[in-house]
């Protein structure tokens, strides 16, 4: 009976054996599947580094083409003053634009309203226009301010057509 035991033991245990030797050859091919998994990520992962170094060098250039833009500004305060004349436009573009929102949703309010921001990007690209243009800085003060007085009469035009 011991024998019979033993050889009973003994053949579970080859089985077992074998079922872990399945296991391991299983894990041997998913080991596998991996690691070139891995490489084929290593490699796009080159691929995206390059790729952002290219985004980089691109970028460097764009800034370096900004600064040589600025650089032909002959003054900052031609800029400065018009960013605050843009400031001033933006805002009453806001009031106004609240205005027309906070009354009432009618479609003519909404027309109204894209009609004021559409006349703010225009004020905005024309400043920048005369801002980078020749003129003497008096010349671009003086055409700032009447592109301003300009739009806000517009604004104002347009608020009298919703009363």
Do not use: W
Not at 23 to 34: C, F, N, W
Not at 35 to 40: A, D, V, Y
Not at 90 to 117: G, R
Not at 121 to 139: Q, R
């Amino acid at each position: 009976m011991l024998k019979k035991k033993l050889v009973n033991e003994n053949l579970a245990l080859f089985e077992r054996l074998n079922k872990a030797n399945e296991k391991i050859s299983e894990q041997g091919k998913t080991i596998k599947e991996l690691e070139e998994k891995i490489s084929e990520l290593k490699i796009l992962l080159e691929e995206e580094k390059n790729k952002v170094q290219v985004i980089e060098i691109k970028e460097e250039a764009e800034i370096s083409t900004a600064e040589e833009t600025k650089e032909e500004i002959k003054s900052v305060n031609d800029v400065e003053y018009g960013s605050a004349i843009i400031g001033k436009i933006v805002v009453a573009a806001t009031q106004n634009s609240n205005k027309l929102s906070a009354e009432s949703q009618t479609p003519e309010s909404k027309e109204q309203i894209n009609l004021i921001l559409g006349k703010t990007e225009v004020a905005k690209s024309e400043i920048l226009a005369v801002v980078l243009s020749n003129k003497s800085l008096d010349e671009k003060i003086a055409d700032m301010d009447k592109i301003r007085e300009d739009t806000v009469e517009y604004f104002e035009g347009i608020m009298q057509q919703y009363q």
